[in-house]
């Protein structure tokens, strides 16, 4: 599959952004495009014709990105949304709520050539996956346990495991309900949230190498934090890879040889 096999729908209100990313887009092998300038109009558009990408602002007119993604994924629940947010919003607080919903990507405006390439093969990897070859496990066995306290987080790790082969699955809304769960079962790996009531995904971590004296389970936290003081304490408390939010299957198959293939 080839960036010219995407349709593609652009939700951008202005009209002037509206021909510059279409000229991007075009130049990267986009061929079908259609645009539209608010959320009304692209929840309209997705309701008649699903696009394999949705390609949006931040800000428009009548609502954020955020609400329209959220909003497509209640309305199409057994639908995969893959949405791209352009944007030069820089923002944290602003940014976090996009990537727990699940977008995909995450272009700064104006992009470069590179980063919007990169953008459409982590679409057709969602469209197309491609499943994970490990040598010392085989990966429909694998028992993974999901952490994350977001349901549209949860469904979006999961969409992807379940991309790449791996299909048992179980979930947990924090910390708490994760030791549980491992205390009641055996998993091959846990991946988790960093930001979650009742228990965060470092003390879930400290938890399992301290007070459980689990040393060997392979930990992936998958988070959108950027303090780099936290995340060196994530580091201390032994988890075993993190990945940023949002986050391209090939990242995650690529960590995923690093932690159980290279310590098995």
């Known amino acids: 599959m080839n960036p010219s096999d995407l349709s593609l729908l652009l939700v951008e209100p202005s009209s ?52 329209l993604l959220s909003s497509l994924r209640q309305t199409h629940p057994q639908q995969d949304i893959n949405f791209m947010l352009v944007s030069s919003e820089t923002s944290f607080a602003a940014l976090d709520p996009i990537r727990q919903a699940g977008v995909i990507a995450i272009l700064p405006k104006p992009f470069n050539y590179d980063d919007l390439n990169r953008a459409l093969r982590t679409t057709i990897d969602y469209i197309k996956p491609e499943e994970i070859a490990l040598k010392n496990y085989d990966v429909t066995e694998l028992n ?92 201390q408390a032994g988890v075993s890879a993190i990945c940023d939010k949002p986050f391209e299957p090939q990242s995650v198959r690529e960590i995923l040889f690093q932690v159980l293939d290279d310590h098995a």
Request: a negative charge.
């Open 16 to 67: 002037v952004q509206q021909k510059i990313i279409v000229s991007h887009l075009k130049e990267a092998g986009v061929a079908s495009i259609d645009t539209v300038a608010t959320g009304f109009e692209a929840s309209a558009y997705v309701e008649k014709y699903p696009p394999d990408l949705i390609l949006s602002a931040m800000y428009l007119p009548d609502m954020s990105a955020t609400d």
């Open 144 to 235: 993974v346990l999901v952490v994350d306290d977001s349901s549209t987080a949860r469904k979006h790790l999961s969409r992807v495991l379940n991309n790449i082969g791996i299909s048992k699955l179980t979930t947990a809304i924090n910390g708490l309900e994760a030791i549980e769960k491992i205390e009641a079962d055996e998993f091959d790996l846990i991946v988790t949230d960093f930001n979650m009531p009742e228990m965060d995904g470092q003390q879930l971590i400290e938890y399992v190498r301290t007070e459980m004296g689990n040393t060997l389970i392979p930990i992936l936290m998958v988070t959108s934090e950027d303090n780099e003081t936290r995340l060196g304490n994530v580091h």
